[in-house]
């Protein structure tokens, strides 16, 4: 039996028997939590005399484990401990880095459930969608242990002229990356992308965002049994306002997961500072269901596209492109389909949707909501409140009538809401696609070559076809980001670590023909020789 079915039969014994009061579900969470942590203080490495600050959790509504608040001076010795670790972990060859990915990868499959427990702690979502964290990271920590040598060697290029010139083009770490994670992943954003930089020789010093810090923390203990330094990744809990300016002067690369208005903010202080940065943000993703679509099957994975985590997704579906033949079919089915959807703050695996990660989220996706029906959208489904399931629950939620002017139209929502429009040829389905000023992910369902057609003629970073995200989110050796506001940089890919490193060309000149005047020749003679040369290697095809 594999490491994850042996997981997933421990899940499904569990459960059988999965408490039924928050109180229970609480203490269980916090039992797993610490199965990870003993004492926090030290797994952070701050001093004992640090506040507390609590959260309180989505999925029980009781205060969870308090996280102590790193100050400023804190980061200052973070950056120290992590640029010192730094320098001996860049020393290390690519197979001791690949033996901690895989020893990471698998004591994340041993201790996924405890790991769930604490991700659906803090963040409400259903076991199934933290169970796609837990994959993510095991695919994340698995592809770079595999391919890290390849991404590290030395690379032989052409030179300035042919074997005349030896050139290689080597790369190293930048060094000290900062990394602020969101709150809607917490281990997948929150540690996958530390993972490609600790992996391509650099120390990590991570924000966790403020509402989901317990999940990092446990994930940094596993990292740490792993046999990882633990200055190589360093946490500073403690508020964006407080934190992030000094933490991007701190380092030499950002890495951000977030809104677009944040990261406009933190791309301006990166590039004050000359330092490179990666951002994925938001989206206002389409979904176009063409006219030879299986319907039943677009119907499904729209709700696996827009449902998952409650909408809280970058990459998920927010706009639904019907074509007119099959509109009301699809409607229909849809329709009956959410409905049926079962909402609830539960460890149970059979949840198909948890509870929204907070007050302020909820009031979010709500304003849009009430904000569309008063300009006249009306909803087929949801549109409304659960209190009944959680304070934090809201309704899966398809509108019909949504017109420009209302703000759920063009401004990502970030919860379970979907726009549904009709649409009579491709041309207009493209053009509605595109007409945003987001580019992350978009989804395309019919007939394959059809749907490939279409999906040329998207303006989205990820494509897929048949499926919501995860086809392309799971796609670890393709890059994977946002086109126009939806963000700079990639994640996944050999792009996903080199953006890491820095590369440096060496290149090594024949002693015997420099590339300067040789044999008395003057300047205007050599221009000449030298001219006829580039011109031969022109016709002969060089390259």
């Given at each position: 039996?594999?490491?994850?079915?042996?997981?997933?039969?421990?899940?499904?014994?569990?459960?059988?028997?999965?408490?039924?009061?928050?109180?229970?579900?609480?203490?269980?969470?916090e039992?797993?939590?610490?199965h990870?942590?003993?004492?926090?203080?030290?797994?952070?490495?701050?001093?004992?005399?640090?506040?507390?600050?609590?959260?309180?959790?989505?999925?029980?509504?009781?205060?969870?484990?308090?996280?102590?608040?790193?100050?400023?001076?804190?980061?200052?010795?973070?950056?120290?401990?992590?640029?010192?670790?730094?320098k001996?972990?860049?020393?290390?060859?690519?197979?001791v880095?690949?033996?901690?990915?895989?020893?990471?990868?698998?004591?994340?499959?041993?201790?996924?459930?405890?790991?769930?427990?604490?991700?659906?702690?803090?963040?409400g979502?259903?076991?199934?969608?933290a169970?796609?964290?837990?994959q993510?990271?095991?695919?994340?920590s698995?592809?770079?242990?595999?391919?890290?040598?390849?991404?590290?060697?030395?690379?032989?290029?052409?030179?300035?002229?042919?074997?005349?010139?030896?050139?290689?083009?080597?790369?190293?770490?930048?060094?000290?990356?900062?990394?602020?994670?969101?709150?809607?992943?917490?281990?997948?954003?929150?540690i996958?992308?530390?993972?490609?930089?600790?992996?391509?020789?650099?120390?990590?010093?991570?924000?966790?965002d403020?509402?989901?810090?317990?999940?990092?923390?446990?994930?940094?203990?596993?990292?740490?049994?792993?046999?990882?330094?633990?200055?190589?990744?360093?946490?500073?809990?403690?508020?964006?306002?407080?934190?992030?300016?000094?933490?991007?002067?701190?380092?030499?690369?950002?890495?951000?997961?977030?809104?677009?208005?944040?990261?406009?903010?933190?791309?301006?202080?990166?590039?004050e500072?000359?330092?490179?940065?990666?951002?994925?943000?938001?989206?206002?993703?389409?979904?176009?269901?063409?006219?030879?679509?299986?319907?039943d099957?677009?119907?499904?994975?729209?709700?696996?596209?827009a449902?998952?985590?409650?909408?809280?997704?970058?990459?998920?579906?927010?706009r639904?492109?019907?074509?007119?033949?099959?509109?009301?079919?699809?409607?229909?089915?849809?329709?009956?389909?959410?409905?049926?959807?079962?909402?609830?703050?539960?460890?149970?695996?059979?949840?198909?949707?948890?509870?929204?990660?907070?007050?302020?989220?909820?009031?979010?996706?709500?304003?849009?909501?009430?904000?569309?029906?008063?300009?006249?959208?009306?909803?087929?489904?949801?549109?409304?409140?659960?209190?009944?399931?959680?304070?934090?629950?809201?309704?899966?939620?398809?509108?019909?009538?949504?017109?420009?002017?209302?703000?759920?139209?063009?401004?990502?929502?970030?919860?379970?809401?979907?726009?549904?429009?009709?649409?009579?040829?491709?041309e207009?389905?493209?053009?509605?696609?595109?007409?945003?000023?987001?580019?992350?992910?978009?989804?395309?369902w019919?007939?394959?070559?059809?749907a490939?057609?279409?999906?040329?003629?998207?303006?989205?970073?990820?494509?897929?076809?048949?499926?919501?995200?995860t086809?392309?989110?799971?796609?670890?050796?393709?890059?994977m980001?946002?086109?126009k506001?939806?963000?700079?940089?990639?994640r996944?890919?050999?792009?996903?670590?080199?953006k890491?490193?820095?590369?440096?060309?060496?290149?090594?000149?024949?002693?015997?023909?420099?590339?300067?005047?040789?044999?008395?020749?003057?300047k205007?003679?050599?221009?000449?020789?030298?001219?006829?040369?580039?011109?031969?290697?022109?016709?002969?095809?060089?390259?």
């Amino acid at each position: 039996m594999s490491t994850v079915e042996s997981t997933l039969e421990t899940e499904t014994s569990q459960t059988t028997e999965a408490p039924a009061s928050a109180s229970a579900i609480h203490r269980r969470c916090e039992e797993s939590f610490h199965h990870f942590v003993k004492d926090i203080y030290e797994t952070v490495n701050l001093p004992a005399d640090r506040p507390l600050r609590h959260v309180k959790s989505p999925l029980t509504s009781l205060e969870a484990t308090g996280v102590p608040q790193a100050t400023l001076e804190d980061l200052e010795d973070a950056v120290a401990r992590a640029k010192a670790a730094q320098k001996r972990w860049a020393k290390t060859p690519a197979s001791v880095r690949s033996q901690w990915l895989l020893r990471l990868h698998d004591l994340l499959w041993k201790n996924a459930a405890e790991m769930m427990d604490i991700i659906q702690w803090e963040s409400g979502k259903s076991r199934y969608h933290a169970f796609d964290e837990i994959q993510d990271v095991a695919l994340n920590s698995r592809y770079y242990a595999r391919t890290l040598s390849h991404v590290l060697r030395d690379e032989r290029r052409r030179g300035a002229f042919p074997v005349l010139t030896q050139t290689t083009v080597m790369y190293a770490p930048k060094g000290l990356v900062g990394v602020i994670a969101p709150w809607n992943y917490p281990l997948a954003m929150g540690i996958s992308d530390a993972i490609a930089a600790i992996a391509a020789g650099n120390a990590v010093v991570t924000k966790p965002d403020s509402n989901t810090p317990l999940t990092v923390i446990a994930a940094k203990a596993l990292m740490v049994r792993a046999g990882l330094d633990p200055d190589l990744f360093t946490i500073v809990p403690g508020r964006g306002s407080v934190i992030g300016t000094p933490l991007i002067a701190s380092v030499n690369y950002m890495m951000f997961t977030g809104s677009t208005k944040t990261g406009r903010s933190i791309a301006a202080q990166a590039g004050e500072n000359l330092i490179g940065v990666s951002a994925e943000l938001g989206g206002k993703n389409p979904m176009i269901v063409l006219a030879d679509a299986n319907v039943d099957a677009a119907v499904k994975g729209l709700i696996r596209g827009a449902f998952s985590n409650g909408g809280q997704l970058c990459v998920s579906i927010e706009r639904l492109y019907v074509h007119d033949s099959i509109y009301e079919e699809f409607k229909q089915k849809l329709v009956a389909t959410v409905e049926a959807m079962r909402i609830e703050a539960s460890l149970d695996w059979d949840v198909d949707m948890g509870v929204m990660v907070s007050d302020d989220q909820l009031h979010t996706v709500e304003t849009q909501v009430n904000d569309a029906l008063d300009k006249g959208a009306f909803p087929l489904v949801g549109a409304r409140r659960l209190p009944e399931v959680a304070p934090t629950a809201y309704a899966p939620t398809i509108l019909e009538g949504v017109k420009e002017g209302m703000e759920v139209f063009n401004h990502e929502t970030f919860g379970p809401v979907v726009s549904l429009y009709r649409f009579h040829t491709d041309e207009q389905a493209i053009a509605l696609a595109n007409d945003t000023n987001y580019g992350l992910n978009s989804s395309i369902w019919g007939n394959p070559s059809h749907a490939f057609a279409v999906a040329r003629q998207i303006e989205t970073g990820t494509v897929n076809i048949n499926e919501g995200f995860t086809a392309a989110w799971g796609s670890m050796d393709a890059p994977m980001g946002g086109w126009k506001e939806s963000g700079i940089g990639r994640r996944h890919g050999i792009e996903g670590i080199r953006k890491y490193m820095e590369a440096k060309t060496i290149a090594v000149q024949n002693r015997a023909v420099p590339i300067a005047p040789i044999l008395g020749l003057s300047k205007q003679q050599y221009a000449g020789v030298l001219t006829f040369a580039l011109k031969a290697l022109r016709w002969l095809r060089f390259k």
